[in-house]
């Protein structure tokens, strides 16, 4: 999980450093061959596109580290959390609903991946098979029960 995020990011950032220092020099070049910088929009694009790459290439570089960082054996055993798979019943409807959390960078709710962040994944932290939550979201109140965790150590064995 750690890995592919890594890989995922680092790919994006090759792409980044790329246009970086290949692209954009080009495009400054071009356009300052053009004459007179100070009316040049082409010019200032490229600066302008050129700030952005380099913000977007130190947000990638620290969000990298911060990934590195994350200690998955510290993730409690048979509790929600991080690379957990929770099923759900919801004590109203009796419906079934499977989530995985992952990091904010993987969220997809439509494949039902989503982060301990949401409204879902802030009730469930560090919680067991059987424990009822209440969850609030923007549609209202709903009251589920944990009936299955597969946590990220089940899915290591």
């Given at each position: 999980m750690q890995f592919e995020l890594v890989k995922k990011l680092e790919t994006e950032?090759?792409?980044?450093?790329h246009e970086l220092k290949i692209d954009i020099p080009r495009e400054l070049k071009t356009a300052a061959d053009h004459g007179d910088l100070s009316e040049n929009a082409e010019y200032d694009a490229a600066k302008e596109r050129k700030r952005y790459l380099e913000s977007r290439i130190a947000h990638i570089q620290k969000r990298i580290g911060e990934i590195k960082s994350v200690n998955l054996?510290?993730?409690p055993a048979g509790k929600v959390g991080l690379g957990s798979t929770v099923t759900l019943e919801d004590l109203d409807t009796g419906a079934e609903e499977t989530y995985h959390f992952v990091f904010p960078e993987d969220v997809d709710p439509e494949v039902g991946k989503i982060s301990l962040a949401?409204?879902?994944?802030?009730?469930?932290?560090?919680?067991?098979?059987?424990?009822?939550?209440?969850?609030?979201?923007?549609?209202?109140?709903?009251s589920l029960e944990?009936?299955?965790i597969v946590t990220i150590h089940d899915k290591k064995s």
């Amino acid at each position: 999980m750690q890995f592919e995020l890594v890989k995922k990011l680092e790919t994006e950032l090759f792409k980044l450093d790329h246009e970086l220092k290949i692209d954009i020099p080009r495009e400054l070049k071009t356009a300052a061959d053009h004459g007179d910088l100070s009316e040049n929009a082409e010019y200032d694009a490229a600066k302008e596109r050129k700030r952005y790459l380099e913000s977007r290439i130190a947000h990638i570089q620290k969000r990298i580290g911060e990934i590195k960082s994350v200690n998955l054996d510290a993730i409690p055993a048979g509790k929600v959390g991080l690379g957990s798979t929770v099923t759900l019943e919801d004590l109203d409807t009796g419906a079934e609903e499977t989530y995985h959390f992952v990091f904010p960078e993987d969220v997809d709710p439509e494949v039902g991946k989503i982060s301990l962040a949401s409204p879902v994944g802030k009730s469930m932290v560090a919680r067991e098979e059987g424990d009822e939550v209440t969850v609030v979201t923007p549609k209202g109140r709903r009251s589920l029960e944990i009936i299955k965790i597969v946590t990220i150590h089940d899915k290591k064995s």
